[in-house]
């Protein structure tokens, strides 16, 4: 029986587990939280923090795997590659991937590559970020290098907020580094967001999705996503392109990618993110439920070194959407109440918590409720539900924690 190695056991990374279950591979779990769900589906577990590439290393030995996969991860993306590689296993370069699983290293690439790339320095030191934010111009986005789901990230307009801003960052940095970044204005309603997956060199999967935000809770974190894209098909090919030319440069074989994209009046495509694994918040099933394609399979099936499977995109003509439930408070989750018929829209619903389990303030994407999965007859109707959200749900939250 061959082996499989996967790291990160969260609600959100169960489903490759269960596939890899499915499909006759014996599943070996690697993750620091001891009471992770992941370890109840997983043949074994093993309590070893994923950014821990050398204790990785040795499970990986121990256990004589076949394949490692960092699914929806990207603390453990580098790991994944660094172990594999170390084993001779199938991956993409450890350090191509970690090029894209770090802000401050993918930002340095883009700039020597000639790509656009907002004006962006890295820094550990509070003193020397603030000795050369004189060299940008207000507003600068201001994000840890290493975090995902838009964690620790804020907009700032002042120099009065700087210093909140960079230790909310620093506090979200796993290797206590920020990066400040010129602000970009793009030139469309929504950020470009979604996955796409790589076979033997090519992307052969585009899953562009609209991101959506919730300014009356925060104006910076996704709390959904929509189909189809509301962009040209210029557009769409111009970031296409350049997505393509990263994975040329980068030398990359295979894998699912999470990307963010943008363009401004000038027409000029910014990558903002490439993240080497999928896309958190179940943007592989969301896709799968639009095109019909296996997102989770072909990540697992890939890193095993099996690539005799079929990505077939079906066309779909219909609106879709995600939205991450979520709450402007600290309290004790009760329930979600549905308003307006809108339940007879819903494709499937997962709630993360239980009454009474405590919820905070959605300042991450880690902090999400549960999603909930939508199917609407005309785009008006779609738009209308993701700009306005709060109209059709409310998530009720009671009590005190802490």
């Given amino acids: 029986m061959k082996k499989i190695l996967l790291l990160g056991g969260s609600t959100q990374q169960i489903p490759a587990i269960e596939y890899a279950n499915k499909q006759g591979y014996y599943t070996v779990l690697c993750d620091y939280l001891p009471d992770n769900p992941g370890q109840n589906y997983a043949k074994k577990f093993y309590c070893v923090s994923t950014t821990d590439k050398e204790a990785i290393l040795e499970v990986a030995k121990n256990e004589k795997v076949?394949?490692?996969?960092?699914?929806?991860?990207?603390?453990?993306?580098?790991?994944?590659?660094?172990?594999?590689?170390?084993?001779?296993?199938?991956?993409?370069?450890?350090?191509?991937v970690e090029i894209l699983a770090f802000k401050d290293k993918f930002r340095e690439f883009l700039k020597e590559n000639n790509f656009n790339c907002p004006k962006a320095k890295g820094f550990s030191s509070l003193e020397d970020a603030k000795e050369e934010i004189s060299q940008f111009t207000f507003p600068v986005m201001?994000?840890?290098?290493?975090?995902?789901?838009?964690?620790?990230?804020?907009?700032?307009?002042?120099?009065?907020?700087?210093?909140?801003?960079?230790?909310?960052?620093?506090?979200?940095?796993?290797g206590k580094k920020i990066i400040i970044e010129e602000f970009i204005e793009q030139d469309h309603d929504y950020m470009i967001g979604g996955d796409c997956f790589v076979l033997d060199g090519e992307v052969v999967y585009w899953g562009f999705l609209n991101c959506h935000r919730d300014p009356k809770v925060n104006a910076l974190v996704p709390v959904g996503k929509s189909y189809p894209l509301l962009i040209s098909e210029d557009r769409i090919?111009?970031?296409?392109?350049?997505?393509?030319?990263?994975?040329?440069?980068?030398?990359?074989e295979f894998g699912g990618f999470n990307v963010e994209a943008m363009i401004d009046s000038k027409e000029r495509v910014f990558l903002i993110e490439m993240g080497p694994r999928n896309g958190g918040n179940m943007i592989?099933?969301?896709?799968?439920?639009?095109?019909g394609v296996d997102l989770?399979?072909?990540?697992?099936?890939?890193?095993?070194g099996n690539k005799n499977f079929q990505i077939e995109q079906k066309s779909n003509s219909g609106f879709y959407a995600t939205h991450n439930l979520h709450t402007d408070k600290d309290g004790l989750f009760q329930t979600v109440q549905y308003k307006n018929d809108i339940e007879d829209k819903i494709l499937k619903e997962v709630i993360y918590k239980k009454k009474g389990d405590p919820?905070?303030?959605?300042?991450?994407?880690?902090?999400?409720?549960?999603?909930?999965?939508?199917?609407?007859?005309?785009?008006?109707?779609?738009?209308?539900?993701?700009?306005?959200?709060?109209k059709w749900i409310e998530v009720i939250i009671g009590g005190v924690f802490g």
């Fill in 284 to 291: 592989p099933d969301f896709l799968k439920m639009i095109h």
């Fill in 142 to 174: 201001v994000k840890p290098i290493d975090s995902s789901g838009s964690k620790g990230v804020s907009k700032v307009e002042t120099m009065e907020d700087f210093e909140e801003a960079y230790r909310i960052a620093l506090g979200n940095s796993r």
């Fill in 66 to 96: 076949d394949g490692v996969v960092a699914y929806a991860s990207d603390p453990a993306a580098p790991t994944a590659a660094y172990v594999a590689e170390k084993l001779g296993l199938p991956t993409n370069p450890y350090k191509s």
């Fill in 237 to 252: 090919k111009q970031v296409k392109r350049e997505i393509q030319r990263v994975v040329d440069l980068l030398h990359i």
């Fill in 296 to 304: 989770i399979g072909a990540t697992v099936e890939a890193a095993m």
């Fill in 359 to 390: 919820v905070e303030y959605f300042d991450g994407a880690n902090k999400a409720i549960g999603i909930v999965f939508f199917k609407f007859d005309t785009q008006e109707e779609q738009i209308e539900f993701m700009d306005n959200p709060n």
